[in-house]
C-alpha cells in the first residue's frame, strides 16, 4: 500500500512539472513542406518531353494562419482563451507582479486575452540537376517575411495603475527591464532565407508511366537562434541542421491522349540536431506564467527583479525526429493538369537542457503584507498581499535552484498536422524547355501544437 503511494504522489509530481503553459511555439519549416515542394513539380520533372539536365521553379507563396483560440490556449495560464487580472487574489493573474498598482482602496481588474496570428509572404527556389541517368540532385529554400502578432488585448479594465509606465497590461508586459517574455500588442517582422534542403536521389525504377527514387535529405541552417525576447517570436530558418532519407514514387494510372494519369508518393524522414537557443522557464512548483514573478535576493527583500531575467537561460535544444507524407493524384487534361493532394506532416516533441546554471540567490518576493517578509517559494501568479489568496512567506529564505524549472514549459511538445491542396497547371509543350505556369490552393488543419492556414502560390518553371 506504502509503496502504491508512493508511485501514484510521483506520477502526479512529475504530471504538475509538465504544465501547460508554453513559452515557446515553432512553426513548420517552409522549405521542406513537402506539398508546397512537390506540387506541380513531380509531375512536371518526370513527364516533361524536353527534360533536359536541369530544372528550376519559383513559387510566390502566402500563408495565414487561423488557429488564434487554440494558440492562445497554449500560451495562456491552464490552457485559457482569456484571462481575469485582480489585485484581490480572486483572478488569474494578481497585476502586482506586473508592478501594475491601482489606487489605495481599490483593485485594479481587467481581462486579457491573445490571437495569436502568423502570415507568412515569400518566393520559393527548387532546382534539379541530373547527375547522371540516375542520379539527382534536389536543392530547395525560400526567401521569405514572416509578421507574427499575438494581439494582445486587455479590456474591461476598472482604473489605470498609479505607477508611471505601469498603467496597464499593455505596458506591463513590454516592462523595458525584461530581457525576455514580452507580449507586443503589434507586428513583430522578420526576414531572410529560409534553411536550405538538398536531396540526392537515384532513380531506382523510371519510364514513362512510373518511378521510383530513394534519396538522402540534409538541410542546411541558415537562421538566427531564437532569443525569447517576445512571446511568440517571428523565426525564419533555424541553427538546426538535419539529415535523412526519403522515398519518392510515382504509379500511373491511366491514359489521356499519350499523357499519364498520376498517382504519387513521397515519404520523407529526417532527424533534426541540436543547437543553443535562449528558453525562459516556469518554475514546476509554483504552475503557469511563474516566470513572471518577482524574485529578490536575502539581503535586499524590499528590491524586487523580474523573475523572467533569471529563468531566461542558454539552452541546447533538439527537435528531433519529423516525417513528412505526401500524396497527390495529377490529371492531364490537354495541356491542364489538375492535381489533388494530401500531406501528413509529424514532429517529435524538444529535448532540452539547460547549458549554463540559472543566477544564485534569488527567492520568489512574498507579497504577504501581515510579515517582515522572507521569500514566497510556494507563491503562483494569481496570489495576492492580502486575502484569502495571499502568498505564504516562507521561515527562512528559499533561494530558486535549478532543480526548480519546468524545463516542459519551454519545450515544444509533439505537433502534426494535416493540409489539403489543389493545384491547376498549364503546360507549354510548344515551347522549349516545356515551361508551366500553375495556381495552387491550400488548408492545413492542426491537430496538436501546430498551426491552422491556409496558403496559396504561384508556380512557374522549366527545363534545359
Known sequence: MKKNIIILVGLFL???????????????????????ELSLVNYHRYHNPDAGWFSFYVKPFFMGSTNKKQLSRYFLPNNKTCVTLDESGHGNIDPLWLNVISPNGSFYTSTLS???????AGMLFTF??????????????????????????????????????????????????????KISACNLKIGGLDDIQFKLGYDILKNDESHASLYLVATAPTGKRPNAQYLFEPLVGSKNGSF??????????????????????????????????????????????SRYLLVVTADQLLNSQPAINLLTVPTHVTPRSTIDLWTAINIPVCNFNVEIGYDFWWRQS??????????????????????????????T?????????????????TPITDADLNLNSAAHPNAHSQKLYLDLGYTFNDICSTPIIGLGVSYEFATKHALSQWGTWLTAGLSY
Request: charged fraction near 15%; aromatic fraction near 10%.
Open 14 to 36: 512529475m504530471h504538475s512539472c509538465q504544465g501547460s503553459s508554453k513559452s515557446f511555439f515553432r512553426p513548420r519549416d517552409v522549405s521542406t513542406d513537402s506539398a508546397l
Open 114 to 120: 491573445l490571437a495569436p496570428e502568423r502570415k507568412v
Open 128 to 181: 534539379y540537376a541530373n547527375i547522371t541517368q540516375t542520379i539527382w540532385l534536389g536543392i530547395n529554400t525560400a526567401a521569405m517575411q514572416v509578421n507574427n502578432n499575438a494581439h494582445l488585448c486587455e479590456t474591461d479594465r476598472t482604473q489605470p495603475g498609479t505607477i508611471p509606465g505601469f498603467e496597464n497590461a499593455y505596458q506591463a508586459f513590454n516592462n523595458s527591464a525584461w530581457c525576455a517574455g
Open 244 to 289: 535523412g532519407v526519403g522515398l519518392n514514387a510515382e504509379v500511373g494510372l491511366c491514359d489521356f491522349k499519350d499523357k499519364t494519369c498520376a498517382f504519387m508518393v513521397d515519404l520523407k524522414y529526417r532527424y533534426i540536431f541540436g543547437a543553443t537557443e535562449r528558453r525562459s522557464f516556469d518554475l514546476c512548483n509554483n504552475g503557469d506564467w
Open 350 to 379: 524538444e529535448k532540452i537542457c539547460k547549458k549554463c546554471p540559472i543566477v544564485a540567490g534569488y527567492g520568489i518576493q512574498t507579497l504577504a503584507l501581515c510579515t517582515s517578509g522572507s521569500s514566497a517559494s510556494t507563491a
Open 381 to 397: 501568479i494569481c496570489q495576492a498581499a492580502q486575502g484569502s489568496n495571499v502568498t505564504v512567506t516562507d521561515a527562512t529564505f
